[in-house]
């Protein structure tokens, strides 16, 4: 009977980054996987920042860069930049360029691009078109020079943002998908009875994954019961009482089907 405003939830509420610090990320959007989970582990994430360069960060390519973000993170490394105007662009990233946005701000601010010019500059070396990038390595170097920058400087930094251009994430994406995973991680923190019956019937149709489900909630310390006819709901509900656990849905049972468990209940 509690309506939770899922859009009015804390940024910044601890048991929710504590969850995700032991890694406990089961059936939380986007952080589920064995790799993610360890990663996070290692991260303590501790504001909403953090899960977002993890969703930018956790696909092939820039994956490899997740134990420099952790070491930015915790002081374990020096971050050095190789122009001082990359620091403001770069600083809340540990010095490692996460976003296809950084990469538009470094070709503005250090080659004197407009955005819609950085913008094509990105898409010349996403999709390696030769010709075109030839051209738009000449332009930044000339725009870098322009603006007082060495030539040995700007040629680094065209080599710095190349790689990350070919596989950086738009920010705007991430930052969408880790308001969600916060949000789901914020739920199964705060009310995980409730969180993981509904995780139950979300994959009901699934039984391998209810298999990993149902072993993460007796992890959590909620029993998760067989189906009874005088306590069922018809998707997997919560047993409220001294302990609460759930019970197991009775359209879930094969062969049942929803109108007859709607008829039963």
Known sequence: GKEIPIAKIPLNDKKTFRLLARGESIGVFQLESEGMRRYLKGLKPTNLSDIIAMVALYRPGPMELIPDYISGKHGRKTIRYLHPKLKPILH???????????????????????????????????????????????????????????????????????????????????????????????????????????????????????????????????????????????????????RDYIRFGLAAIKNVGRGVAEAIV
Request: hydrophobic share 45%.
């Open 92 to 242: 809340d990233t540990y010095g490692i360029a996460v976003y296809q946005e950084q990469v538009l701000q470094i070709a503005q601010q250090i080659a004197g691009y407009t955005l819609g010019e950085a913008d094509i500059l990105r898409k010349a070396i996403g999709k390696k078109i030769k010709k075109l990038l030839v051209q738009q390595e000449k332009k930044f170097i000339e725009g870098a020079m322009k603006n007082g920058i060495a030539k040995p400087v700007a040629e680094k930094i065209f080599s710095f943002i190349e790689p990350f251009a070919s596989y950086g994430f738009n920010r705007a994406h991430a930052a969408c998908y880790g308001t969600i995973a916060y949000q789901t991680a914020y739920l199964k923190a705060h009310f995980p009875s409730a969180f993981m019956a509904a995780l139950l019937t979300s994959e009901q149709n699934n039984l391998d994954k209810i298999a990993i489900v149902v072993k993460e909630t007796q992890r959590l310390g909620i029993k998760v019961l067989p189906a009874d006819v005088n306590e069922s709901f018809v998707d997997f509900g919560v047993i409220r009482g001294r």
